[in-house]
């Protein structure tokens, strides 16, 4: 009884199918059911076509997010023979079709016995493609445009131009059809960076290499090598030319060996992480803006040897309206030869990548460009140099383990790019635990109030880095000599939200310091409490560095 | 579930041996084996309850995920078959054939390696349902028919027995991670089907009893036993799992 209504119910489909087309004889059957008349309908079909073995189950899933549900795939097949493509989709619950989708080749009349035998379908697929076969051919009838159906083997090819599945004639005719095979497709590499240290880098695979183009993330997130092309390097800052597909950092085997293309892939990577995790920001200006990273503008030895600014080679930098379109660029430079030393400092310089708070830093440049916008001059732009370096630190403490050596979170920022090297000399450029370590003023009493670097940007930094420092850790100024009550590192979250809110949110372009200590004050207040211990901490440091 | 298939076996024997359907014998005199064939068919059950478990490993995220999957055989329907033939005053040489498919579940758990960063594994948890087991049993049996009663007929056999196991495993797994990638759904696993052979041994009896000279219903309990090795879904090694167990059932019999 039940296959006579099968059948019926077949026979019915079948007849509206022949009469909802045109004159012509339909090629194509487009299942589309989701009311319960179409699914009586359909479902029949579908079970008919079954038991005359012209559907067979590929797998049946499961979707735990509608339990109970059992999604049956199936295949068409022609005379024992799969129809490419040709597939029903059936989703049931307890047996019962919810829903059914397909598109099948109907009135195939075509013979299933082949002229060419597996053997000769082999060696067809490798001279019309050359190379290596990497899956079998399998015999398959390949419905064509127009609605004529094919015997045809098919096969993956690679050659030099790619990976490729490839049709040919079972009956020994031409090649019928071929495409790529090659999706973009994200990847998961590893590399040394600066330290030594292996990570994991996001990648996509593409042709036959890996690119660190990170497709993981919610954002495009890419770095791009200059192969030590500084005039590439120029103009593409400059916006002068379009970033090329071979300008992405490339690598063979996926085991990355240049350190500045590992550090900076990961290092962007995990700061983009940090203010996902912590602040549920996204990205440079919350939306995903996409993030553009460049490097190996210039060789360390070409950094000694040719006639080019230090801007490019012990140093990183933001740029907001750099690269084509104006995208916004970070550029990482790559330090000195090892037996160079710098003539100031007596430190040596490696890629400045691989250090995790100067790349952050550097992002956080753009954080700030789209958000508070901070002048870059003056005691606005000492703000905006010291949230970079605060969410430096506050990056390291979030990914390393706090420490001394190189790869652990501390207080300094670039220790492990500018490493010491001359008797005397210090690892780091600045510290936000001891300004006056590195010729930064701890105490706006001894704020510097010339006209050089922007006003003082990156010296008056000192002064709302240690503020940070001791509301995190506690502890006396060195010129006040006042104490703070810290809230201490096991709570350095509040501290780094507190800030992060103030100097995102709060402040003004024009900010002052003024302004900084009354945002941060009121940041704690709004998310801990007026009475809270991060109100405290935050309200003594500031205090504590002349900032009231 | 032993208890259950003891009662049935119990129910079985009761059914088979009602004191009033007894044919008339002669208080004391001996029982002859007459006949020379005895076969019959069986609908039972067979027990489960035996574990046994797999693991595999795959590369991912440049690091190694793992995944354990643990089974354990369930009880489920028995057909059965026997033929006997009387070599020997009152003992037989026979054949019998077992069937057992039942289905069987499994939660496979594991770890996957997080795509941004070492030493930083997301659990991973996920039932399996619906995978097929099917047991096959060709049991060689030596029969003797106790001298006791012509009716019920009451026997024991026992005898070496081969299995062949078609066991689906999980081979794979399938999951769903969202940025930032700090945990999987497990969504489904990939099964395939390991089939292999083994060697073991049969021990039971059977009672029958006879409405007409040829005719009759009995019942059979039985244990049999052996153990198989499965490729394991790593790719190395070997899945050993116990197969067959306590097997009772009861049906129509037949004797010439």
């Known amino acids: ?548 | 579930m032993r208890l259950a298939i003891a009662a049935a076996v119990l129910l079985i024997l009761a059914a088979t041996a009602p004191a009033s359907a007894q044919p008339a014998r002669r208080p004391g005199a001996p029982v002859r084996a007459q006949d020379r064939f005895y076969a019959g068919v069986d609908f039972g059950v067979q027990s489960g309850g035996e574990s046994f478990s797999d693991a595999f490993t795959f590369p991912a995220n440049a690091e190694t995920a793992r995944i354990a999957a643990p089974y354990e055989t369930k009880s489920g329907p028995l057909l059965g078959f026997f033929f006997d033939v009387r070599v020997w005053k009152y003992l037989s040489a026979g054949i019998s054939f077992t069937g057992h498919a039942p289905e069987s579940d499994t939660q496979v758990t594991g770890t996957i390696p997080h795509p941004f960063f070492f030493n930083r594994p997301r659990s991973l948890s996920g039932d399996v349902s619906g995978l097929e087991r099917g047991e096959s049993g060709v049991h060689f049996q030596i029969r003797a028919l106790l001298p006791v009663s012509r009716n019920p007929q009451v026997s024991v056999f026992g005898g070496p027995s081969f299995f062949q196991v078609d066991q689906d495993l999980a081979t794979g797994v399938h999951w769903t991670e969202t940025y930032p990638y700090d945990s999987v759904s497990f969504t489904s696993a990939m099964t395939e089907t390991r089939s292999e052979s083994g060697t073991g041994f049969n021990i039971g009896a059977d009672v029958g009893y006879f409405m007409s000279r040829h005719f009759g219903v009995g019942g059979r309990v039985q244990y049999a036993s052996a153990t198989v090795d499965f490729p394991s879904a790593s790719g190395t090694g070997s899945v050993q799992s116990k197969v067959g167990g306590l097997q009772a059932g009861g049906g129509l019999r037949v004797r010439f």
Not at chain 1, 24 to 36: D, Y
């Open chain 1, 1 to 548: 009884m039940k296959r006579l209504t099968a059948s019926a119910a077949a026979a019915v489909v079948l007849a509206l199918s022949l009469e909802s087309g045109s004159a012509q004889q339909p090629s194509i059957l487009r299942i589309s059911a989701t009311r319960l008349d179409e699914l009586r309908r359909w479902d029949g079909y579908v079970s008919a076509r079954e038991r005359a073995g012209e559907l067979k189950t590929l797998r049946v899933d499961r979707d735990p997010s509608v339990p109970g549900r059992a999604i049956e795939r199936l295949q068409q097949y022609h005379q024992g023979v799969p129809v490419w493509g040709a597939q029903v989709v059936r989703d049931a619950s307890s047996g019962v079709a919810e829903s059914i989708f397909g598109e099948l080749s109907a009135s195939l009349t075509l013979a299933t016995t082949p002229a060419l035998s597996p053997d000769d379908a082999r060696t067809r697929l490798l001279e019309s493609a050359g190379a290596t076969l990497l899956r079998q051919p399998q015999l398959i009838v390949l419905p064509m445009a127009g609605g004529d159906a094919r015997l045809a083997y098919s096969g993956v090819v690679s050659s030099d131009e790619g990976i490729f599945r490839v049709f040919i004639d079972a009956n020994g005719g031409p090649e019928l059809l071929r495409y790529s095979e090659i999706h973009t497709q994200s990847a998961v590499g590893t590399g040394v960076g600066l330290s030594g240290d292996t990570k994991k880098l996001s990648v996509v695979q593409q042709a036959g290499q890996f690119l660190a183009d990170d497709r993981l993330r919610p954002p495009s997130l890419t770095t791009y090598d200059m192969r030590a092309d500084f005039g590439r390097l120029l103009n593409l800052l400059n916006g002068f030319i379009p970033f090329a597909p071979s300008d992405v950092a490339a690598d063979a085997d996926n085991a990355w060996t240049d350190v500045s293309a590992v550090d900076a892939h990961a290092h962007i990577g995990w700061t983009y992480d940090y203010y996902f995790k912590r602040h549920g920001r996204q990205g440079l200006d919350d939306r995903n803006r996409r993030m553009v990273t460049l490097i190996n503008g210039v060789t360390p030895q070409g950094a000694v040897t040719l006639p080019i600014s230090s801007q490019f080679t012990i140093n990183a930098f933001w740029c907001d309206t750099c690269g084509p379109g104006g995208v916004g660029t970070m550029y990482f430079g790559n330090g000195i030869p090892p037996n160079f030393s710098l003539v100031s400092t007596g430190q040596n310089v490696f890629q400045l990548a691989g250090a995790l708070d100067v790349a952050a830093h550097e992002l956080t440049h753009g954080v700030t460009s789209s958000s508070s916008n901070l002048i870059y001059l003056d005691e606005p732009g000492a703000l905006n140099e010291a949230f970079s370096d605060i969410i430096g630190t506050a990056v390291e403490f979030y990914f390393q383990t706090p420490g001394t050596g190189r790869d652990q979170a501390d207080y300094l920022i670039g220790e492990d790019a500018f490493r010491a090297f001359r008797p005397g000399s210090v690892n780091g450029i600045r510290s936000l635990e001891n300004p006056r370590a590195y010729n930064q003023p701890d105490h706006y009493s001894t704020r510097f109030t010339g006209r050089e670097d922007n006003g003082g940007v990156h010296i008056n930094s000192g002064i709302p880095n240690n503020a940070f420092y001791l509301a995190i850790e506690g502890g006396a100024n060195r010129t006040s000599g006042r104490t703070v009550q810290g809230v201490g590192a096991a709570n350095r979250e509040q501290i780094e939200k507190v800030f992060y809110r103030a100097f995102v949110f709060l402040l003004p372009a024009n900010a002052t310091f003024s302004t900084a200590r009354a945002a941060t004050i009121q940041a704690a207040r709004d998310l801990y409490g007026a009475t809270s211990a991060p109100v405290t901490a935050v309200t003594q440091a500031w205090t504590a560095v002349g900032v009231n």
